[in-house]
């Protein structure tokens, strides 16, 4: 994967939103976000102080929300 740039790019570009930082609180609020490679995955909060993102967990304490 390191040597297809394009593919590297991608990956990374679709778990960045441009020009914000976002609480974990916020996301829920909004229930999706717009990634920088245009992608729009949706957020919701998730058992043992997680997020569910685009259908995937994502588990870390959740101070904010």
Do not use: C, F, Q, Y
Not at 28 to 56: F, K, Y
Request: proline share 2%; charged share 20%; aromatic share 4%.
């Amino acid at each position: 994967m390191l040597a297809d740039v394009d593919l590297l790019t991608s990956i990374l570009t679709d778990h960045v939103v441009a020009g914000e930082s976002l609480s974990s609180a916020e996301l829920i609020e909004r229930g999706s976000v717009t990634t920088v490679n245009g992608g729009d995955p949706s957020v919701e909060a998730g058992a043992d102080d997680g997020l569910l993102v685009h259908g995937a967990w994502l588990r870390w304490g959740r101070a904010d929300a």
